[in-house]
């Protein structure tokens, strides 16, 4: 019986994977880079969102985001106000995005107009790890009111990113973040990440994020 049941599981995986495919190399053919951030729920993703977008756009830069939440657009509205193009998925109750409803918000966007397209996953530490959406890179965020040992909990999420942003860096003090902690923690399970340190509150880190961004590009 558990073995049927993980053949179902990889059957599915395994279509995600062609459609992610396939949507790597349309990314790759239209030279824009696809980003997945992933995070548990409330770490700042929409809030990093928010200041890199309005960075962008006003250094002239072509940017989109796709957003995946459960229920509601109030993300998609949130990123909207940056003037960058802003698309909402809900997912009814499914913990992850997959490659199929990436591919589906893309009819009627020009890729090749793009330079980046941001892809704000649904708030989960667990499912999005296993569901490649075709991104050239993934982002894990880490909020330092969670707590260091989450990497150690999650190792899936944190293993399979290629870049951490330690967020809400403006309450280390208050939070008692331990930084030696939490890098050890991160590299424990991903030894050669690179770690980047955001507050969106106050601007901090964001230009080394967005460094970091332009270089992925080149
Ligand atoms: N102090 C501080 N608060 C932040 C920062 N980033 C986000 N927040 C707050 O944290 C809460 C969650 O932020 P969001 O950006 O909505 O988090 P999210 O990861 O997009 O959340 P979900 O989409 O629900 O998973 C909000 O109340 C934000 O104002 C930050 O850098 N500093
Ligand atoms: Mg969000």
């Keep these: 019986m558990t073995t049927r049941i993980l053949e179902v599981r990889k059957g599915i995986l395994n279509k995600n994977d062609e459609i992610a495919a396939r949507l790597r190399a349309r990314f790759e053919e239209a030279g824009v880079l696809a980003i997945n951030l992933v995070s548990s729920p409330g770490s700042g993703k ?3 969102l928010e200041r890199t977008l309005a960075a962008l756009v006003a250094r002239g830069r072509k940017v989109a985001a796709i957003v995946g939440d459960l229920e509601t657009e109030r993300d998609a ?21 997959e490659a199929e409803m990436i591919g589906r918000q893309l009819e009627g966007w020009d890729l090749a107009a793009l330079e980046f397209l941001f892809i704000e996953n649904v708030g989960n530490l667990v499912c999005p ?12 965020l880490l909020s330092v009111t969670e707590g ?4 150690l909990k999650y190792p899936g999420m944190f293993n399979s990113a290629d870049v951490a942003v330690v967020t809400k860096i403006d309450l280390a003090g208050p939070c008692d973040y331990d930084r030696d902690a939490a890098h050890a923690n ?23 994020w967005l460094a970091l961004l332009d270089e992925a590009r080149s």
């Design 46 to 48: 929409t809030a990093l």
């Design 77 to 97: 509205t949130r990123l909207a106000r940056t003037g960058a193009p802003a698309r909402q998925i809900n997912t009814h109750g499914r913990c992850h995005l």
């Design 186 to 208: 991160i590299r424990a399970v991903r030894p050669d990440i690179t770690i980047v340190e955001t507050s969106a509150r106050t601007g901090a880190g964001v230009d080394a």
């Design 129 to 140: 790890s296993s569901y490649d959406l075709g991104e050239a890179l993934r982002v894990v």
């Design 148 to 151: 260091e040992d989450k990497p």
